[in-house]
């Protein structure tokens, strides 16, 4: 059958590959396949579809049955929308000084969520009780605003990873000061595959009230969801993502490609790909001379440290981010579409500008 006719031309070259984000990679063709399934017909809209509905039956199979899913646009909106949920307009969030919340979403917790972040800096991305307690003070303060919430990245912005113990931990920690727990898991399937565990046995099974659940790093076109595994912890979601611009009219289309991700094995198919071809490009690295692996490498991303002139030339062979450009850091990831033979013309690059 031929292709639909569109005016619509390819203006990218397909075969350009690069190591920035898991965000450049396309969308998976099981995803695609499904976005074409919910397509054609009217469905009702805001959420009231058949996919929508389905995909708590689908959700709750991993997040325990009181969880309720709320599809959304994309992963800052996640993270606003569920911190939102579990704080008061006079709350704060503790959250380690590299995350996600606090360095790469412009400011959207503060300006659009009204939330205090309250950071800490950490070695490895990962927070501690012993690090929480730097700001789990001043409850009843009224010149501080109060501690409401902790923040964690599953995995990590540093690609470190948490263990289903220290989850609970926190969780455990965070609940006797009256703080509730929340997980930005725009990895989270990376964070499964690493540990070789069901994404449960670190979220509702550790005690986590709610979570940001990744779709697009892995593999779907577009949209996230954020899961409200403590129903007690939240109120008015509906009206809360509404509030926040986060519902989607044509939510079908989020659901579905949800659906496709974590129905069966696919999101644990390409986070388990997207791990090895970091596990390979980390082990090729360590042989050049010169170039430093900064943190172990536990889900798709590698940092490493190597001199500015050789980053830049490689930076015009293939697309990748600098970490901290001062300091010599940049940051490779790795996609469910990377193949052996990408890992191995970067490394090939890598050891020629090197060698220079």
């Given at each position: 059958?031929?292709?639909?006719?569109?005016?619509?031309?390819?203006?990218?070259?397909?075969?350009?590959?690069?190591?920035?984000?898991d965000?450049?990679?396309?969308?998976?063709?099981e995803?695609?396949?499904?976005?074409?399934?919910?397509?054609?017909?009217?469905?009702?809209?805001?959420?009231?579809?058949?996919?929508?509905?389905?995909?708590?039956?689908?959700?709750?199979?991993?997040?325990?049955?009181?969880?309720?899913?709320?599809?959304?646009f994309?992963?800052?909106?996640?993270?606003?929308?569920?911190?939102?949920?579990?704080?008061?307009?006079?709350g704060?969030?503790?959250?380690?000084?590299?995350?996600?919340?606090?360095?790469?979403?412009?400011?959207?917790?503060?300006?659009?969520?009204?939330?205090?972040?309250?950071?800490?800096?950490?070695?490895?991305?990962?927070?501690?009780?012993?690090?929480?307690?730097?700001?789990?003070?001043?409850?009843?303060?009224?010149?501080?605003?109060?501690?409401?919430?902790?923040?964690?990245?599953?995995?990590?912005?540093?690609?470190?990873?948490?263990?289903?113990?220290?989850?609970?931990?926190?969780?455990e920690?965070?609940?006797?000061?009256?703080?509730?727990?929340?997980?930005?898991?725009?990895?989270?399937?990376?964070?499964?595959?690493?540990?070789?565990?069901?994404?449960?046995?670190?979220?509702?099974?550790?005690?986590?009230?709610?979570?940001?659940?990744?779709?697009?790093?892995?593999?779907?076109?577009?949209?996230?969801?954020?899961?409200?595994?403590?129903?007690?912890?939240?109120?008015?979601?509906?009206?809360?993502?509404?509030?926040?611009?986060?519902?989607?009219?044509?939510?079908?289309?989020?659901?579905?490609q949800?659906?496709?991700?974590?129905?069966?094995?696919?999101?644990?198919?390409?986070?388990?790909?997207?791990?090895?071809?970091?596990?390979?490009?980390?082990?090729?690295?360590?042989?050049?001379?010169?170039?430093?692996?900064?943190?172990?490498?536990?889900?798709?991303?590698?940092?490493?440290?190597?001199?500015?002139?050789?980053?830049?030339?490689?930076?015009?062979?293939?697309?990748?981010?600098?970490?901290?450009?001062?300091?010599?850091?940049?940051?490779?990831v790795?996609?469910?579409?990377?193949?052996?033979?990408?890992?191995?013309?970067?490394?090939?690059?890598?050891?020629?500008?090197?060698?220079?």
């Amino acid at each position: 059958m031929n292709p639909p006719k569109t005016d619509a031309r390819r203006r990218h070259d397909p075969d350009v590959r690069g190591f920035a984000s898991d965000n450049y990679a396309g969308a998976h063709p099981e995803v695609l396949a499904a976005l074409s399934l919910a397509n054609g017909g009217h469905e009702v809209a805001y959420g009231g579809d058949v996919y929508t509905e389905n995909l708590q039956r689908v959700l709750r199979s991993h997040f325990g049955a009181t969880a309720e899913a709320y599809p959304v646009f994309n992963g800052t909106g996640a993270n606003v929308l569920a911190l939102q949920a579990v704080t008061d307009r006079w709350g704060a969030v503790i959250c380690a000084e590299s995350a996600h919340i606090n360095v790469d979403e412009g400011g959207a917790p503060e300006r659009m969520g009204g939330l205090k972040l309250l950071t800490v800096p950490t070695p490895d991305g990962k927070l501690t009780p012993e690090l929480i307690d730097r700001q789990a003070w001043g409850f009843e303060d009224e010149h501080r605003a109060m501690p409401q919430v902790v923040s964690l990245t599953q995995s990590t912005e540093l690609g470190t990873l948490y263990t289903p113990d220290e989850i609970r931990a926190i969780c455990e920690h965070a609940h006797a000061h009256g703080m509730k727990v929340h997980v930005d898991g725009s990895r989270l399937a990376n964070a499964a595959a690493s540990l070789d565990v069901p994404m449960r046995t670190f979220t509702n099974a550790a005690g986590v009230d709610i979570l940001s659940l990744g779709g697009t790093k892995n593999g779907a076109l577009f949209g996230e969801a954020v899961v409200v595994i403590n129903q007690d912890a939240v109120r008015r979601m509906n009206h809360l993502r509404k509030l926040s611009m986060q519902l989607a009219s044509k939510m079908r289309f989020v659901s579905v490609q949800l659906e496709a991700l974590f129905a069966k094995d696919l999101w644990l198919r390409n986070a388990r790909h997207a791990n090895e071809m970091a596990r390979r490009l980390a082990e090729g690295v360590r042989t050049v001379p010169g170039v430093e692996i900064l943190y172990p490498v536990r889900a798709n991303a590698v940092f490493a440290r190597l001199p500015h002139d050789v980053a830049e030339r490689l930076r015009k062979r293939y697309r990748f981010y600098f970490w901290d450009e001062a300091a010599g850091h940049v940051r490779w990831v790795c996609s469910f579409d990377t193949t052996e033979e990408d890992v191995d013309g970067f490394l090939t690059a890598l050891k020629e500008e090197t060698a220079r």
